[in-house]
């Protein structure tokens, strides 16, 4: 229940007639009730040519070091990998998978069960992301938006999101999932959250909100 992410590459039959895919690495994690892979993107995120993955973990447990100590539960997390150190068996504990090798960035959840990247979005106009933590809060949910830019060979203590958007209603659960679109034609997306345990027309029936850019 640690989870695990499978890359596959998508290559022609010998007989030409269709695709296949190949496994080219898998990504386990270590920790119980981790839910590594929860969540995931690729791409050319810097536009350096780069191969990164995003992937969120968002039952994962925060163990604090000095000053503070103790454990954050079911926290979240998010990693910024490098997919040029990933193969077959990997694990997030194996010796290439630490900051300035494989491992790029790491984001942590800011509080007990606020499940950190239980979404993601890659913005490529804005050269960013979104995720959430649907259960801060009360469970009334956040979303935040970070520049890639900003997120590269950094810890989650020296990372500040760009932008930060927080649920007004108590238990909503607010960046269940977010997407964009240009809903009013202007030639710009808009941002789509939903709240999946909204109560504003019935008891759990969720919602949607349409911010306008």
Known sequence: MSGRIYGFEIIDKVDGRGKIPVKVFDLSGVEKFQGFG?????GDFLENGEKLLLVGSKSETYEKGFPLYGKDWQ???????????????KKLSDHDMIFGKGLLALLRGSESASHLGSSLL????????????????????QIFRYSFGSLKSKSSESI???????????????????????F??????????SSIHSNRIARLSGSVSIILD
């Open 184 to 193: 009013d034609g202007d030639g710009k997306k808009d941002l789509v959250v």
């Open 122 to 141: 890659w913005d490529i106009d804005e050269k960013s992301f979104w995720s959430s933590e649907p259960f801060t809060y009360w469970e009334s949910g």
């Open 160 to 182: 500040n999101p760009e932008t930060c958007l927080v649920g007004r209603e108590r238990q909503a659960r607010f960046g269940h999932k977010i997407i964009k679109f240009d």
């Open 38 to 42: 929860s969540s995931i993107i690729a």
């Open 75 to 89: 926290a979240g997390a998010i990693r910024l990998i490098d997919m040029q150190y990933l193969n077959e068996n």
